[in-house]
């Protein structure tokens, strides 16, 4: 059981907006920064959006982030038939005094 | 360009140790924190260890803690995951990860390609 809550999954049509939550507690997402990544199938986990809403280089625009309390929150606008992945938001947590990370959130483009 | 290559999985019957290294090329890395995680077959991340750059400050998942030991060697580029004990549940894919930005909490970035640790009689 995760300390991030993530939705098991997530659809919509190619040029669709989804967004994908991650709601935390005051000693996680209140306190730290929250970042997402994206699994392609078979593939290593890639940084998609770090310090809640940055992007590194190379990630397209289309990705966003953004915060609102202990909860953050994943856009993809335009869904594009690539996005199909696995997306995870992870942050460090000062009771733990470890990461943690959401239980992963699967999008499916129809 | 920056690569990490994880080494040194395989199977192991329960109760067993087995050492993971990770080789790290393409950057500075004695300048970053280094992180261990985890993915059991068709679940989601788990994080596992993470190390200071000087080896001097070490952290670990309450799952592991007790019996895994992370350490590094800067002076070889590598990072490495001391296993004891294992468990049927610790069985997944391994992955090493540099911290993104070396001077702040952003995240994991590059990952390597994982390697597989299977515990099983």
């Not at chain 2, 261990?36 to 991340?45: D, E, S, V």
């Not at chain 2, 990072?79 to 909490?105: G, H, P, W």
Request: proline content about 4%; aromatic content about 10%.
């Amino acid at each position: 059981q995760s300390v991030l809550t993530q939705p098991p999954s997530t659809s919509g049509t190619p040029g669709q907006r989804v967004t994908i939550s991650c709601s935390g507690s005051s000693s996680n997402i209140g306190l730290n920064t929250v970042n997402w990544y994206q699994q392609l199938p078979g593939t290593a986990p890639r940084l998609l959006i770090y310090s809640y809403d940055q992007r590194p280089s190379g990630v397209p625009d289309r990705f966003s982030g953004s915060l609102s309390g202990t909860s953050a929150s994943l856009a993809i606008s335009g869904l594009q038939s690539e996005d199909e992945a696995d997306y995870y938001c992870a942050a460090w947590d000062d009771s733990l005094n470890g990461v943690i990370f959401g239980g992963g959130t699967k999008v499916t483009v129809l | 360009q920056v690569h990490l290559v994880e080494s040194g999985g395989g199977l192991v019957k329960p109760g067993g140790s087995l050492t993971l290294s990770c080789a790290a090329s393409g950057f500075t890395f004695n300048n970053y924190y280094m992180t261990w995680i985890r993915q059991a077959p068709g679940k989601g991340l788990e994080w596992v260890s993470s190390i200071s750059d000087s080896g001097s400050t070490v952290y670990y998942g309450d799952s592991v803690k007790g019996r895994f030991s992370i350490s590094r060697d800067n002076a070889k580029n590598s990072l490495y995951l001391q296993m004891n004990s294992l468990r049927a549940e610790d069985t997944a894919v391994y992955y090493c990860a540099r911290r993104f930005i070396s001077s702040s909490k952003s995240g994991f970035d590059p990952w390597g390609r994982g390697i597989l640790v299977t515990v099983s009689s």
